[in-house]
């Protein structure tokens, strides 16, 4: 380079560093010139001594946490607007369902029909006074969020040690309605109130209201105040009068259990707490309410309507989100659906649950029961989700998870047949520990060396252990309880199923009806179906939207049609001679397994037939223990009931690895049965725990004081004193009750009979 071009370059950056110089010069000086400007003007401010720590300070820490609350109250905001995505958010609960049973008869109702709504002004003026009144006072005053409202349900539910009063306004119960479930959350809540906030920015107090009515759950499976009037009084409701409208009024808060046609009483009294109310509020004087308190309202008799409505849940449920997979550019919102119910078989249900329930639920310390019966498609014939929907709607056959003990047994035993086992192989049933987990037998003792087909039967627990251990060969038992879970999901379990040592033998938590239609693989040569209940969607004008066998899921074949054959072959070993004889059909062929959980909590019987799946669940919903109710008892008792039913007027099909259904034995006479007494007949019904109660024990004593008095009697009475032999007689025979009468148990122990109610 030239030696001028250089000079050139040196000058350059000597003036580039000059000029920065000068430029962070001129910066720092004018900075610290303005810095001291503004401590000059702020100084004039300047609080000392005890006003900066009473004042100052607070403000300063009010500010800084502030801010942190705005940043945290958006962070919790986001997740419930997320709720409001969809532009068609004000319709998306706007399903109107009409529900039909497999033969199209109609069986029920769910959503609301907004086509058929009424304008808010030709609501009784006493219905909205006795709404506001009871639900939110100051609705026309709050921001969506009544203050102080909340504020004194707070130190009322505070006070009495539980809840007492709900603090949420009408505009946070409708974001409930629209947006969100029942559970009770502490999220659930946080998103209400945001929802709340947003919905009055959305919409007028006049709309919030008018939705309101029109989408509350009412009970009776009706929403909305005019389907409740309609359902309980028989009339629109522009025609209720006052006591009507304070019963309506009344269903808000909990409308199963002020149902006027499930408990009167109750609806009535809490009528009468909406008509205080009203008073309360300033709306009506006393004179204006008293007609209505001398003159309560009555309600249509409809006890003798009963109506399918755990089953109605789920299969609302499934068709709401059914209707999500419909194309956005449909926008019909009534249809007419035709499901998989069969009522007979549904009534029958319910009957068998109930029957037992009533006559053995106290002896066995038993409150609860489900059970779901299906067809080899899938399709839901038969749902109960619990003893009563009118005191509890919550679906136990659908959304309560319990440990199904030994039922699940019958996935460990096919994995071990896609292994190389058979049902002939033979497992030494002897002690066996994994890590510090050592399991045990039903009867704390071991049998040797016995088939699959054996342990099965007899429901052996070391059996299915050792299994699992022998499928992870040098993997270990992990990857042996891997591959038994791998081969659940294909049957269809969607539950959780986390890896325990104890999963072999039951202890994870499924469904009753995943674990019901997840059996029906076995008959169905191996093929895994999808629970179903909606079989075709109709328009409410007529026109075919959707049906099963053309849109929906088709079957997969989850194992080898053998491998499901020799199953069903070893299962049926279980009603036959095992565990489960009391699920026996006559001359239908029959497979199944029983269960029974730690300390008794939970008995099942899952089966199957050529025609059907059922699976059985009794317990309690506080997870407390049973009187000793094992899977043999009162489940498989249920399921023979049910079955029995299900296949009247149906062509029985072969049970593929058993065959066709053989006629059950008759019960032979007793061997020291005199020649002209009648054979003893099978006993059928389960009895009583063979636990000798206090009142059976008095009666036993009072049995060996007459037998004592009759020996007496007997030594004393000579051969011309007949009578008062036959006087001893008669009291002997008094002794013995007709309703204790001795009867085997379900493993040939003794027990009472039946009582008689």
């Known amino acids: 380079m030239p030696s001028h071009w250089k000079q050139k370059v040196r000058n350059f950056f000597l003036d580039l560093d000059a000029r920065i110089d000068s430029t962070l010069f001129s910066s720092g000086k004018g900075l610290r010139e303005l810095y001291e400007r503004y401590s000059t003007f702020m100084d004039r401010f300047y609080v000392g001594r005890w006003k900066r720590w009473v004042f100052i300070e607070p403000l300063s820490e009010a500010a800084t946490i502030g801010l942190g609350g705005m940043i945290l109250m958006l962070t919790l905001a986001i997740p419930a607007f997320r709720e409001t995505a969809d532009e068609d958010w004000l ?11 497999r033969y199209g008869n ?15 002004e030709d609501f009784p003026d006493n219905l909205i006074k006795a709404t506001l009144a009871t639900e939110d006072r100051r609705f026309y005053d709050h921001f969506g969020i009544d203050v102080p409202g909340l504020a004194r349900a707070l130190v009322t539910n505070a006070q009495a040690g539980g809840v007492r009063q709900g603090g949420s306004s009408i505009t946070q119960q ?27 920015t959305r919409l007028t107090k006049n709309e919030i209201l008018k939705l309101y009515l029109d989408r509350a759950y009412m009970g ?79 309600a249509v008799d409809r006890r003798d309507e009963n109506s399918p409505n755990y089953y109605l849940d789920y299969a609302f449920d499934e068709m709401r989100k059914l209707v999500d997979t419909f194309p956005k550019s449909y926008t019909e919102r009534v249809f007419v659906v035709r499901t998989a119910i069969d009522m007979n078989v549904q009534k029958a249900a319910e009957e068998a649950i109930e029957n037992q329930l009533r006559q053995f639920g106290r002896d066995y310390h038993a409150t609860q029961a489900a059970t779901v019966v299906s067809d080899l498609d899938g399709g839901i014939r038969a749902m109960v989700g619990g003893r009563d929907y009118g005191a509890s709607q919550f679906n136990r056959a659908v959304d309560a998870y319990r440990q199904p003990g030994s039922s699940f047994k019958p ?9 190389g086992f058979t049902p002939n192989s033979k497992i030494v049933d002897g002690p066996v520990c994994i890590g510090n987990w050592c399991p045990q037998n039903y009867g704390h003792s071991y049998s040797g060396q016995v088939t699959l087909t054996q342990a099965i039967t007899r429901s052996i627990n070391v059996v299915p252990v050792k299994l699992s ?63 179903h209940s909606v079989l075709e969607v109709r328009t409410g004008a007529g026109d075919l939207v959707w049906r099963w066998d053309r849109d929906g899921p088709k079957p997969r074949q989850a194992i080898p049609s053998n491998i499901a054959a020799d199953m069903a072959g070893m299962m049926s070993h279980v009603v036959s001679e095992g565990t489960a004889r009391r699920a026996a059909l006559d001359g239908i062929p029959t497979a199944g397994k029983t269960g029974t959980t730690n300390a008794y909590r939970d008995a099942w019987f899952v089966g199957y037939t ?12 506080d997870y407390s223990p049973t009187n000793r109710m094992t899977g043999g008892s009162l489940p498989a008792q249920t399921w023979h009931d049910i079955m029995v039913a299900a296949h009247q ?21 007793q061997a020291n049965a005199q020649a002209n007494a009648a054979p003893r007949v099978l006993e059928t019904k389960p009895g009583p725990p063979p636990v000798l109660t206090k009142r059976g024990a008095d009666i036993l004593v009072r049995v060996e004081k007459l037998l004592d008095e009759a020996a007496k009697t007997a030594n004393k009475t000579t051969l011309n004193e007949p009578s008062k032999a036959g006087k001893a007689e008669s009291s002997s025979a008094l002794a013995f009750p007709e309703n204790y009468v001795a009867a085997a148990g379900p493993d040939g122990a003794t027990a009472p009979a039946p009582r008689k109610n």
């Open 91 to 101: 319709k998306k609960s706007d399903l109107a369902v009409t529900f039909l049973d």
């Open 106 to 120: 109609p069986i029920g109702n769910r959503g609301i029909k907004h086509n058929d709504s009424i304008p808010l």
């Open 174 to 200: 409708l974001a409930k309605n629209l947006f969100l479930n029942n559970e009770r959350t502490i999220e659930r809540k946080v998103k209400e109130a945001f929802l709340a906030i947003w919905l009055e």
């Open 220 to 298: 009776g499976g009706t929403f909305g105040v005019d389907g409740a009037a309609h359902f309980y009084f028989n009339k629109s409701v522009r025609d209720v009068n006052l006591a009507e409208a304070a019963m309506l009024a009344g269903l808000f808060k909990a409308p199963t259990k002020y149902a006027p046609h499930i408990n009167l009483p109750a609806a009535r009294a809490r009528a009468n707490v909406v008509l205080d109310n009203l008073v309360d509020a300033g709306f009506m004087t006393e004179g204006q309410v008293f007609g209505a308190r001398r003159n309560p309202a009555v």
């Open 411 to 419: 996935y460990v035993y096919t994995t071990a047949l896609l292994n």
């Open 469 to 531: 251990i022998a499928l992870g060969g040098k993997e270990g038992p992990k990857a042996g309880r891997a591959k038994i879970v791998e081969v659940a999901r294909r049957f269809g379990l969607k539950a959780p199923l986390p890896d325990t040592p104890s999963l072999p033998i039951g202890s994870d938590e499924v469904t009753v009806i995943e674990h019901a239609v997840a059996y029906a693989t076995f008959p169905n040569r191996g093929k895994a179906v999808t629970p």
């Open 610 to 621: 050529g025609n059907f799946t059922c699976a059985v669940w009794y317990g309690n919903d």
């Open 649 to 669: 007027g149906v062509e029985v099909k072969e049970l593929v690895g058993v065959g066709m259904g053989q006629k059950l034995p008759p019960q032979p006479a």
